[in-house]
């Protein structure tokens, strides 16, 4: 399988709903064609950004049935098939396929946890029913099962993974995973989906990004890849710098937690910058409203991703 295309920065993409929670698809095209047109690398749909836990089978086929027209080929489009099981992932897989993307992402399976045994057999049953390239989804917080750098590389050499998105918060983990995939011959395509270390990954290998903070400013992340390719580490820790501190927009929630606080602030930061008509959420999770709207704002103007003048969006 051809995988040298999943490199460079892959934004993970959060999806507009309008008032009536539906798929908002002016702002979907909007705000995909403002990534590809800052210089994106690929876009991931329907991972943790993509709110996928909180949809329908239909509306996730909504999602790749409008992702797949409006990128049109222009980038690589990668799919969420994250479900509770291995069959239910099966499924997804095979659905995905059906709308034409390029790639598929699926993390262990979840509920009925089992151990390493039964998460190497999930990824190489997955590989049965898909010629497609597939992606390991790194996500502990969410599916409470860490993936183990040694059987990823081993899935890695064996042709059952083609990568890994990493989002597990544990660094030393993905340190040795890069080092270990290098030892192998480099099978894997390893992705950080860490916003505020990316300059940390690059330097120690990382084959690109999936930033889900790449949404409100993609300029700056493909900037600090090219940066990166050219060795002027220098400008990839002052880009750094800034989308450490823009990231402070999920930071300075108070109302609630979790998605909520995470998603819900991207989605805020898109309304108010004008690529989202809404800051809408999937339920149960609420909008955020309020003092969190104008702290987010703030960081903003900070950031220089909006005018100092600018009005808070009612």
Same mark, same amino acid.
């Not at 002016?26 to 876009?43: H, K, P, Q, Y």
């Not at 069959?87 to 997804?92: G, I, P």
């Not at 790639?103 to 979840?110: E, H, M, W, Y």
């Not at 800051?279 to 005018?307: T, Y």
């Given at each position: 399988?051809?995988?040298? +295309?999943?490199?460079?920065?892959?934004?993970?993409?959060?999806?507009?709903?309008?008032?009536?929670?539906?798929?908002?698809?002016?702002?979907?095209?909007?705000?995909?064609?403002?990534?590809?047109?800052?210089?994106?690398?690929?876009?991931?749909?329907?991972?943790?950004?993509?709110?996928?836990?909180?949809?329908?089978?239909?509306?996730?086929?909504?999602?790749? +049935?409008?992702?797949?027209?409006?990128?049109?080929?222009?980038?690589?489009?990668?799919?969420?098939?994250?479900?509770?099981?291995?069959?239910?992932?099966?499924?997804?897989?095979?659905?995905?396929?059906?709308?034409?993307?390029?790639?598929?992402?699926?993390?262990?399976?979840?509920?009925?946890?089992?151990?390493?045994?039964?998460?190497?057999?999930? $990824?190489?049953?997955?590989?049965?029913?898909?010629?497609?390239?597939?992606?390991?989804?790194?996500?502990?917080?969410?599916?409470?099962?860490?993936?183990?750098?040694?059987?990823?590389?081993?899935?890695?050499?064996?042709?059952?993974?083609?990568?890994?998105?990493?989002?597990?918060?544990?660094?030393?983990?993905?340190?040795?995973?890069?080092?270990?995939?290098?030892?192998?011959?480099?099978?894997?395509?390893?992705?950080?989906?860490?916003?505020?270390?990316?300059?940390?990954?690059?330097?120690?290998?990382?084959?690109?990004?999936?930033?889900?903070?790449?949404?409100?400013?993609?300029?700056?992340?493909?900037?600090?890849?090219?940066?990166?390719? #050219?060795?002027?580490? #220098?400008?990839?820790?002052?880009?750094?710098?800034?989308?450490?501190?823009?990231? $402070?927009?999920?930071?300075?929630?108070?109302?609630?937690?979790?998605?909520?606080?995470?998603?819900? #602030?991207?989605?805020?930061?898109?309304? +108010?910058?004008?690529?989202?008509?809404?800051? +809408?959420?999937?339920?149960?999770?609420?909008?955020?409203?309020?003092?969190?709207?104008?702290?987010?704002?703030?960081?903003?103007?900070?950031?220089?991703?909006?005018?100092?003048?600018?009005?808070?969006?009612?």
């Amino acid at each position: 399988m051809e995988t040298s +295309q999943f490199r460079g920065v892959i934004p993970p993409v959060v999806i507009p709903l309008t008032e009536k929670k539906s798929l908002d698809l002016e702002a979907f095209d909007r705000t995909i064609n403002r990534m590809i047109d800052a210089g994106v690398d690929g876009l991931f749909f329907l991972g943790s950004s993509g709110e996928v836990a909180f949809l329908t089978d239909a509306q996730r086929y909504h999602v790749l +049935q409008e992702a797949v027209a409006i990128v049109n080929g222009r980038v690589p489009v990668l799919a969420g098939i994250i479900d509770m099981e291995t069959m239910r992932v099966v499924d997804q897989a095979k659905r995905a396929a059906g709308f034409g993307v390029d790639a598929l992402v699926a993390t262990a399976p979840f509920y009925a946890l089992g151990g390493p045994k039964e998460v190497e057999r999930h $990824f190489r049953a997955i590989r049965e029913y898909t010629d497609l390239p597939l992606f390991a989804y790194d996500l502990p917080v969410c599916v409470h099962t860490k993936l183990d750098p040694d059987m990823l590389v081993r899935l890695g050499e064996d042709g059952v993974l083609q990568g890994v998105k990493d989002s597990s918060g544990d660094d030393v983990s993905f340190r040795w995973l890069m080092l270990e995939n290098e030892d192998a011959g480099h099978p894997l395509q390893l992705l950080t989906g860490h916003e505020v270390v990316v300059d940390g990954a690059y330097l120690g290998g990382a084959d690109g990004s999936v930033p889900g903070l790449a949404n409100l400013d993609p300029v700056s992340y493909v900037e600090q890849w090219r940066a990166a390719q #050219a060795g002027d580490w #220098a400008r990839v820790k002052e880009i750094q710098d800034h989308l450490a501190r823009l990231m $402070f927009v999920t930071r300075r929630v108070k109302a609630t937690v979790g998605f909520g606080a995470g998603v819900g #602030a991207f989605k805020t930061a898109l309304w +108010q910058m004008g690529v989202f008509n809404t800051n +809408q959420m999937r339920e149960p999770v609420q909008p955020l409203e309020g003092e969190d709207v104008e702290a987010i704002v703030a960081i903003l103007k900070k950031e220089g991703m909006l005018d100092p003048d600018a009005p808070v969006r009612a």
